[in-house]
């Protein structure tokens, strides 16, 4: 007796205590009595058919790859807003700080090709869903237990060093890099930025730094964004870390394999997702 794609959805989503699915989530081709998944951050077209191929009842992504998922996925980047106000930002200052992005992400959903992936998996009959926000919002919870057990005399080297001995993060190839500021620096007060759709940008993390906060933590962040802020910010004491986008991805869909496992779903990783996993 397998699972639904809806309970395998409704599971990750129970990780963190969500009875609503978030818009960046979505089944794209439902299916029933699974007991097998292919499991990865990225699963696209190739790998829904290598999914097909195999024989496995789910292809299970986290990365949205379409329909609902990516057209209304500006939605999600009101937690961006909400992450800023918690810390002191006022809400017109976080409502511009986010309006680029919103736009940007507003666009390019809007002219993607929003059927690709879901088709192919359509015409396959595989059933095939992602679901992103969920699993973000576990490792979000994790980074912040690290930041809340610093010493009130840390540096932003030692949350550096702290972050690192997530097990994900410890076994991934990328490191937990400061883009900006100096190990020596206080860590001060911490913004952890992340299970927002994507990073704030150098306009979201000059927001908190304006408004008190010393150290945010994205997952990624571009290099333009890096040079703007260190040529604004350096000599200020201000630290942005990043953890890195796929070992920190893993955090939250480990959390999901394991729980589906629970559930007598057997899984695969690939694609970034198993990182650092123990099994
Ligand atoms: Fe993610
Ligand atoms: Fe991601």
Redo the contacts with the bound molecule.
Sequence with gaps: MGLTTEEILQISLDLVGWDETPADSTVYVPGEDIETALVG?DLESPEIKLAHDEGYDLALA??PTGMSARLDFPAVLDKQVEFMTDHGVPEDVAEDAVADLKSRMDHGGHSSNYRHDPSVAELLDQPYLNT?LAP?EYGRRVFRDVADEMGADATAGDFVDALAEIPELDAAETDVLLRVGDPDNDLGEVAVHHAAG?NGGASVARAYFDHGVDTVLY??VGAGDTADLRAEFANEDKNLVVTG??A??AIGMNAVVDALEDHGVECTTISGCGIGRDD
């Design positions: 951050i986290h990365h992103h973000d994507t997952i990624h986008h796929i920190s991805d």
